[in-house]
């Protein structure tokens, strides 16, 4: 007969769990940081995580977006 293996959660782990995906949300954690610290296998597994909490992945900077946007429009413009 098989035995059934009950996993035990507190909410401390729970809410540390949560804590972590917060900050990454927030861009206070790295990737990596927040994959470690969860004990995730990926960033697969991390937006799952991400999207379970119902939790939005984190933005760039506004000045790395502005970057990104003046590239996208000369790229766009050269073509």
Request: proline content about 5%; overall charge negative.
């Amino acid at each position: 007969m098989l035995k059934k293996k009950t996993i035990e959660t507190s909410s401390d782990q729970v809410e540390a769990k949560h804590d972590a995906l917060l900050a990454y949300s927030k861009g206070l954690l790295s990737r990596r940081d927040a994959i470690r610290d969860l004990g995730l296998r990926d960033y697969a597994d991390l937006l799952v995580a991400l999207g379970d909490s119902g939790l939005s992945m984190p933005l760039p900077p506004p000045q790395e977006i502005e970057e990104q946007t003046a590239t996208f429009v000369k790229l766009w413009k050269q073509g």
